[in-house]
Antibody
Framework: EVHLVESGGALVKPGGSLRLSCAAS????????MSWVRQPPGKGLEWVGR??????????DYAAAVKGRFTISRDDSANTLYLQLDNLKPEDTAVYYC???????????WGQGTLVTVSS | QSVLTQTPSASGTPGQRVILSCSGG????????VNWYQQLPGTAPKLLIH???QRPSGVPDRFSGSKSGTSGSLVISGLQSEDEADYYC???????????FGGGTKLTVL
């Protein structure tokens, strides 16, 4: 069974940085494409970006709203996915979910989420 | 404002057939598959339908999906009280080169 556990969410000031982690188990992480999705409090879902498996180049794609500020990376030796958040803005306040992908694009299994709050 | 448009709310009575819709455009639903997610109160979303009409293992067969042109539909046959949740559609957008979600439909079981 796929198991994803996010951590690292916190209260951070505008302009600050944060790194989220996602510990993966129950599947072959090295073969998985992974993504991050966020959900502002009381609002809908927003795709953040995805990372391909290393054998497919390990490249990343991002939503326009976060491109240049957020970075997705992975450590296959530790079965861990990361999301580096830089130059944070109040509108980045959300629960951030780590997901595996189906059909290389769409979130399949989800973690429980971790809350990032950007406020002065 | 979401690129995919969903009716904000819907309702039905137990046993009823409910259809939730998702309207997009040529660069997303028109060229790609539709996916549906169910989010129960206070929990993470769950994949309900992928590749327009495929149910992951464990999803009851009273949930079904389809697509016509630039619109997708989620049909819930035999509505149950535990189906009360938020439902989101999603599709890949070729112009944006990413996944887009609808704004969600809050389904109430009366």
């Amino acid at each position: 069974e796929v198991h994803l556990v996010e951590s690292g969410g916190a209260l951070v000031k505008p302009g600050g940085s944060l790194r989220l982690s996602c510990a993966a188990s129950g599947f072959v992480f090295t073969e998985a494409w992974m993504s991050w999705v966020r959900q502002p409090p009381g609002k809908g879902l927003e795709w953040v970006g995805r990372i391909k498996r290393e054998s497919h180049g390990g490249t990343t794609d991002y939503a326009a709203a976060v491109k240049g500020r957020f970075t997705i990376s992975r450590d296959d030796s530790a079965n861990t996915l990361y999301l580096q958040l830089d130059n944070l803005k109040p509108e980045d306040t959300a629960v951030y979910y780590c997901t595996s992908l189906v059909a290389l694009r769409f979130p399949a299994s989800w973690g429980q989420g971790t809350l990032v709050t950007v406020s002065s | 404002q979401s690129v995919l448009t969903q009716t904000p709310s819907a309702s039905g009575t137990p046993g009823q057939r409910v259809i939730l819709s998702c309207s997009g455009g040529r660069s997303n639903i028109g060229r790609n598959t539709v996916n549906w997610y169910q989010q129960l109160p206070g929990t993470a979303p769950k994949l309900l339908i992928h590749t327009t009409d495929q149910r992951p293992s464990g999803v009851p067969d009273r949930f079904s999906g389809s697509k016509s042109g630039t619109s997708g539909s989620l049909v819930i046959s035999g509505l149950q009280s535990e189906d009360e949740a938020d439902y989101y559609c999603a599709a890949w957008d070729d112009s944006l080169n990413g996944v887009i979600f609808g704004g969600g439909t809050k389904l109430t079981v009366l």
